[in-house]
């Protein structure tokens, strides 16, 4: 069920267990601000989430709270890890969902990163 992005921070959730160290991940990138990993049920055959380490909903949430340091930290390693994986040259795609439009499952901000393969219409018609 998609989730509500003006609700405060829920610390049970998927990706906030992840941080911890509870349940594994398959890292790709991490750094004082971020963690990146493969999507467990892959959508592409590159597909990587890149999430905050601190406590933020959404891209709402985090693009409101969130420190110059943290955003910068965020938007540069999207970009190093999209070249790192070898989807520049070849194109890929980034999406945020928030909230109960935008189909958000997982209340801790993650952009997923969409690659290996042309990747069709912006959105399901
Ligand atoms: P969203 O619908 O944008 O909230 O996407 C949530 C994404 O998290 C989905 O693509 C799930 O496959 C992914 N996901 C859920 N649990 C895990 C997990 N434990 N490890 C990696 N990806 C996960």
């Given at each position: 069920m998609a989730i509500d992005p003006t609700l405060p921070y829920e610390e049970s959730n998927i990706f906030a267990k992840i941080l911890r160290g509870e349940i594994p991940c398959n890292k790709v990138f991490e750094d004082d601000h971020v963690l990146a990993f493969r999507d467990?049920?892959?959508?592409?055959?590159t597909h990587i989430l890149v999430i905050p380490?601190?406590?933020?909903?959404?891209w709402d949430d985090f693009s409101a709270r969130a420190s110059e340091a943290e955003i910068a930290a965020f938007v540069r390693a999207v970009g190093a890890i999209a070249r790192e994986a070898g989807l520049v040259e070849p194109g890929y795609r980034l999406l945020a969902n928030t909230g109960g439009h935008g189909g958000q499952e997982v209340p801790h901000l993650h952009v997923h990163i969409f690659g290996g393969r042309p990747l069709g219409p912006m959105l399901a018609r």
């Open positions: 467990i049920a892959p959508q592409a055959p380490k601190g406590p933020y909903v959404s």
